[in-house]
């Protein structure tokens, strides 16, 4: 294959892309530039690339051909649709590291001598940021539980930081996924089908708020609740509505940093009432 498949531009100066929903809105356009400076790389400009979300796999493959084929078309950061682009364009790079082999996404593209690159770094940044959340042995002491509303990328890493940790007590019993369509679930149960692990991991298709608050309501104390599901940020609305009732001393993770947030707001009601400890996008 080559570019003429693709309306490929040509760039005059090294872009740096950013693929995304609603790219405009993020701040690393504002902040990408400053790391730029700090860097000696000033001449490196960022790019928006706004995708439907699950959009058409051809939007997806003219993304990387440009990446692929301008030579000054450096690479991306790759939000939300991490599994959607691998899938739609595996074929296109010539290495994928091997997170993005297990996992089946990538969120990072980078050109190397001539070769296009995938990376998955999910597995990296959200088990750093669950690291710092939890002390060593939390799940041990607390018996604590995890309960993940979203089973794409940035859920399954976590799964799979988690699934990697050497000691037992760094690794909860049970893992649950909550998602709004069944295909995710599948590539979840797929990615973990090839690996060992001792954590009970339960797969769970549903988009009715109401049920996923009864869902929520069973999970033990301390249990972790996160919300990977975009919704607050590519999409209006949480997975949980505001009768929804936190475990007693759990913790609440916010996966997005920016939009309406109502999941985080949600969490916030029940600092007081049910010792909720929150955390937001921003530690990610």
């Known amino acids: 294959m080559n570019n003429e498949n693709y309306p490929v531009i040509t760039k005059s100066v090294p872009t740096f892309y950013f693929i995304g929903v609603t790219t405009g809105k993020s701040s690393i356009m504002k902040v990408f530039p400053l790391w730029m400076k700090v860097l000696g790389r000033e001449e490196v400009v960022m790019e928006g690339v706004d995708c439907k979300i699950h959009g058409d796999p051809e939007a997806y493959r003219t993304a990387v051909a440009q990446i692929k084929y301008d030579p000054l078309s450096r690479g991306a950061l790759v939000t939300t649709h991490k599994i959607d682009l691998l899938t739609a364009a595996r074929d296109m790079f010539d290495y994928l590291d091997p997170y993005a082999m297990i996992t089946g996404e990538v969120s990072c593209i980078s050109k190397l001598e001539g070769r296009l690159e995938g990376h998955a770094k999910d597995p990296i940044t ?8 939890i002390e060593p042995g939390y799940f041990a002491k607390t018996h604590g539980d995890v309960l993940c509303f979203g089973a794409g ?15 037992k007590g760094d690794r909860p019993k049970k893992f649950t996924f909550v998602n709004r369509s069944q295909g995710r679930l599948d590539h979840a149960k797929e990615m973990v089908g090839g690996l060992k692990t001792d954590i009970e991991i339960e797969y769970i298709c549903n988009s ?5 608050d009864k869902i929520m309501q069973k ?12 919704m607050g940020k590519d999409t209006p609305g949480s997975p949980i509505t505001w009768e929804g009732k936190f475990p007693m001393n759990s913790i609440s993770w916010e996966f997005n940093y920016r939009g309406e947030l109502d999941f985080l707001h949600q969490s916030l009601a029940q600092v007081e009432s049910r010792k909720v400890k929150v955390e937001d996008g921003w530690l990610y």
Request: charge should be negative.
């Open 208 to 212: 009715d708020p109401l049920i996923n």
């Open 153 to 167: 990328g940035s859920g399954v890493a976590t799964l799979l930081h988690l699934i990697n940790k050497k000691d």
């Open 219 to 230: 999970f033990p104390p301390y249990s972790i609740i996160i919300n990977a599901t975009g």
């Open 126 to 133: 959200s088990g750093a940021s669950l690291d710092a959340i």
